[in-house]
């Protein structure tokens, strides 16, 4: 959608300001539109996880893979002192405009992410797909 308003005449900061100005409304991406596909690793008996590796390897090769169709990430970490009984022990989120761009941007990328999953952890991951609401 656009708008023109013709300026005639108007003073603004001491001087005499004349011309059109040209409005253009662009849909912009919303909330609604955003899905974040989250992948939970299980606080589990005997469970290993590198989160160095996680953090510095494995989510940015994600985002470079994925190239456009991430729009970000986030990773998620249990804090020191939890306790014992915390479900979660670590977690990342990748958000993309659409589930249309989450499956371009995995298509012909998941089997190596998977592959790679192995250098940093023993635990099987659960896995969730979301629309982001707020």
Not at 3 to 11: D, V, Y
Not at 59 to 72: D, F, N
Not at 104 to 120: E, I, L, Q, S
Request: proline share 4%; with cysteine.
């Amino acid at each position: 959608m656009i708008f023109q308003i013709n300026i005639i005449g108007h003073k603004w900061r001491g001087a005499t300001v004349a011309g059109t100005l040209k409005l253009v409304f662009i849909r912009k991406q919303t909330r609604d539109d955003v899905i974040k596909y989250s992948v939970l690793y299980p606080n589990i008996k005997g469970g290993t996880f590198d989160h160095d590796y996680y953090r510095d390897v494995h989510l940015p090769l994600i985002k470079r893979r994925m190239g456009e169709y991430c729009h970000s990430y986030a990773i998620d970490k249990m804090p020191e002192g939890a306790p014992a009984e915390t479900p979660f022990i670590a977690a990342c989120h990748i958000y993309c405009l659409s589930m249309e761009d989450f499956e371009k941007g995995m298509k012909d990328n998941a089997a190596d992410f998977v592959a790679d999953v192995a250098n940093f952890t023993n635990i099987e991951p659960v896995k969730m797909i979301f629309d982001v609401v707020v």
